[in-house]
């Protein structure tokens, strides 16, 4: 049997471990009568991400931001409510996760990549009533 490659990874990135995530947020709210509006806007960063042990760059996502939005109105007290949203508002495409299954035997010839729902701008209404 022939021997194993290795691969010093001593002072490399942990995987799955940005070194920075800053999360920044506003809130608004004013009355009108008996109903209540608000705003939300809230941006999240995160540095660059590595996601293999054994650093492959191929599998390393680059620095992004998320940015939120958010408004409505509620009704003071209890009563309807209704909240309308964009999540991802720059539609900015990020993963969870990269792998490349072929780089744990030495021959990487492609990754895989988990996008996960939020990667996509969505927006919507949301309407309830509290009591």
Same mark, same amino acid.
């Given at each position: 049997?022939?021997?194993?490659?290795?691969?010093?990874?001593?002072?490399?990135?942990?995987?799955?471990?940005?070194?920075?995530?800053?999360?920044?947020?506003?809130?608004?709210? !004013?009355?009108?009568?008996?109903?209540?509006?608000?705003?939300?806007?809230?941006?999240?960063?995160?540095?660059?991400?590595?996601?293999?042990?054994?650093?492959?760059?191929?599998?390393?996502?680059?620095?992004?931001?998320?940015?939120?939005?958010?408004?409505?109105?509620?009704?003071?007290?209890?009563?309807?409510?209704?909240?309308?949203?964009?999540?991802?508002?720059?539609?900015?495409?990020?993963?969870?996760?990269?792998?490349?299954?072929?780089?744990?035997?030495?021959?990487?010839?492609?990754?895989?990549?988990?996008?996960?729902?939020?990667?996509?701008?969505?927006?919507?209404? !949301?309407?309830?009533?509290?009591?």
């Amino acid at each position: 049997s022939g021997a194993r490659p290795v691969q010093n990874v001593e002072g490399a990135t942990l995987p799955n471990a940005p070194s920075g995530k800053i999360y920044i947020g506003a809130d608004y709210e !004013r009355a009108f009568g008996s109903y209540i509006g608000f705003a939300n806007l809230n941006f999240t960063w995160q540095s660059n991400v590595q996601y293999q042990l054994d650093q492959n760059p191929l599998t390393e996502q680059d620095d992004f931001g998320i940015a939120n939005l958010s408004f409505g109105a509620r009704q003071q007290g209890a009563g309807l409510n209704a909240t309308v949203f964009i999540n991802n508002l720059f539609d900015k495409d990020y993963v969870s996760s990269i792998r490349a299954p072929g780089s744990l035997w030495g021959s990487s010839t492609g990754t895989t990549q988990q996008i996960p729902r939020t990667s996509e701008r969505t927006a919507g209404i !949301r309407v309830g009533y509290s009591f």
